[in-house]
């Protein structure tokens, strides 16, 4: 149920995904409707990314047949993400053959994923995902492809809500969503001194599966860089511990990456987080 992410403005900053379903994802981050699943394939950012024409879709790759895409292409991809979108809300970096950079781009590239514009949002193109750096794939939300069979494109691999939002596996994929962003929620607020509610967050993450906690890691690490901005701009002295959690969540992350198990990484964030 991919396409549940695009119901809302929420997307992730970056993610790793496939050729097949990059342009689709492309697409999405650019389209113009806000009250139907996107992309919706009929308004005028649609149109233009269909035709490979939009001016907030960029894509990087490798030059003259090159075998890599070298930091110098990074640079001027870093050059050009905090310039604002030219006529879509957010603009659409993809990277084909991201396995392609080499380190010192992956290590440029990392630079911008750790403080990326609210406007960028990055689709790194590979068959190999572990050819990227653990700390890169950290900071991505990795798209699998899923059973063919079933699925309203007839063998995308990916499972696609209709237009108007009526499908089973788009509203099965809306609630599983909203769960995972009240139990971002729930954890965020309970950082604070509250050791029950935060154990039996626990419990709750414990019981994900690797998708999901992808997911969760990504919206409990912007809950917190967001009530970290409140804390700073109304004097809040809750800072420390969301500072020790959002350092938390990335080595979680990083964790993830590594294909350590949903139970460890719980234990890791309860041990880390709760209070003494």
Do not use: W
Not at 126 to 131: D, G, K, L, N
Not at 181 to 188: K, M, N, P
Not at 246 to 269: D, F, T
């Amino acid at each position: 149920m991919v396409f549940r992410m695009f119901n809302t403005d929420r997307l992730s900053h970056a993610y790793i995904t496939d050729d097949s379903f990059a342009d689709r994802l492309a697409m999405a981050v650019v389209c113009s409707a806000r009250d139907v699943n996107r992309p919706c394939l009929i308004c005028a950012d649609c149109d233009k990314a269909s035709r490979r024409i939009h001016p907030d879709i960029i894509e990087v790759k490798r030059l003259d047949n090159k075998l890599i895409i070298s930091v110098d292409q990074i640079r001027e991809l870093k050059q050009d993400v905090y310039i604002v979108p030219n006529e879509a809300m957010q603009k659409a970096y993809v990277v084909r053959d991201a396995e392609a950079m080499n380190t010192n781009a992956q290590n440029a590239f990392l630079q911008i994923l750790e403080e990326p514009p609210g406007h960028a949002v990055f689709i790194l193109c590979t068959e190999s995902p572990a050819a990227l750096l653990p700390t890169v794939r950290s900071r991505c939300v990795e798209l699998k492809a899923l059973p063919a069979d079933g699925f309203a494109d007839g063998g995308s691999g990916y499972a696609e809500g209709s237009a108007d939002g009526g499908s089973d596996d788009a509203s099965d994929g809306d609630a599983e969503n909203d769960e995972l962003e009240g139990l971002a929620g729930d954890f965020v607020d309970a950082l604070v001194g509250d050791n029950v509610r935060l154990i039996e967050c626990m419990f709750r993450i414990d019981k994900l599966d690797r998708f999901s906690m992808s997911q969760f890691l990504v919206l409990a690490r912007g809950y917190v860089a967001a009530a970290l901005r409140d804390g700073l701009s109304s004097g809040s002295s809750d800072s420390g511990a969301l500072l020790v959690a959002e350092s938390v969540l990335l080595k979680a992350e990083e964790m993830h990456a590594l294909n350590v198990s949903a139970g460890h990484i719980a234990g890791y964030v309860c041990a880390s987080v709760v209070s003494v």
